[in-house]
């Protein structure tokens, strides 16, 4: 029921991390697979790790001009499409005493307007019975100190798959969110960190793991291919939580 021959699919944020992760895992079971991305150069490399019929878009998901150019181009490609993987967003610090104005404006243009438009613009496209799922994150459902806009913007995604499932219900597009713990992406990187730095950030933050370590990119792509699929069919405005039972246990 994970069989996706036929079908299309556009991930944003894809050039990296859960993205590039999702994308190979989509593709490796069918679909023909298009990923936006704001770098050139991983675009490029992500080309070189999923293949020439990959299609690569450079666009930034807080622009609506920059996401109706992804929409014509992914029209022109593929004609339609069957699977939106709205993934892009950013994780910054947000302690209430130091936030500036910018930090805030970065994540809820990335996080919570790049989402809604990225839906909007994409709509279009979108064939009846096709899929939707939004990237949310285990901090939806916690207070976390320090975090307070990044969770907020992660809370307006999970509020988004309720209410839009239910917009777009009458064209049978299921909208459902994939809910990521702490994964190994670049996102949790430090800017000119070392691999043993981050091995030691890794074994920092997987000891607050009840599974005791971060997860991996691939584990977060296949709930999506999940939530992609047929198998999930009967799944509507749901999350799927997959934190390594952080935000429950």
């Excluded at 990187?189 to 091995?199: A, H, I, L, P």
């Amino acid at each position: 029921m994970t069989n996706l021959s036929g079908k299309t699919a556009l991930i944003t944020g894809g050039s990296s991390g859960i993205g590039l992760a999702s994308a190979k895992t989509l593709r490796d079971h069918g679909a023909r697979v298009a990923i936006v991305g704001r770098d050139v150069a991983r675009l490029e490399a992500a080309r070189g790790v999923l293949g020439e019929d990959l299609l690569t878009i450079c666009a930034d998901v807080a622009s609506l001009a920059h996401l109706q150019q992804v929409r014509e181009e992914v029209e022109t490609a593929f004609g339609g499409l069957d699977i939106l993987f709205a993934n892009a967003g950013v994780a910054l610090g947000t302690p209430i005493t130091t936030t500036d104005e910018a930090t805030y404006d970065r994540i809820m243009d990335v996080n919570v307007k790049g989402v809604f438009f990225t839906v909007q613009a994409l709509l279009p496209i979108l064939r009846d019975g096709s899929t939707i799922i939004l990237n949310t994150s285990w901090l939806n459902q916690v207070g976390t100190p320090g975090r307070a806009v990044l969770s907020a913007s992660k809370a307006a995604v999970r509020s988004f798959a309720r209410t839009l499932a239910a917009e777009l219900v009458d064209r049978r597009i299921r909208v459902n969110a994939v809910s990521p713990g702490s994964i190994e992406t670049r996102i949790h990187r430090g800017k000119n960190q070392s691999e043993e730095e981050f091995r030691a950030y890794a074994e920092r933050v997987g000891a607050q793991v009840p599974l005791g370590r971060m997860g991996r990119p691939e584990e977060i792509a296949s709930a999506v291919l999940f939530l992609a699929s047929d198998a999930s069919s009967y799944m509507l405005g749901a999350e799927i939580v997959v934190d390594g039972g952080r935000a429950e246990l």
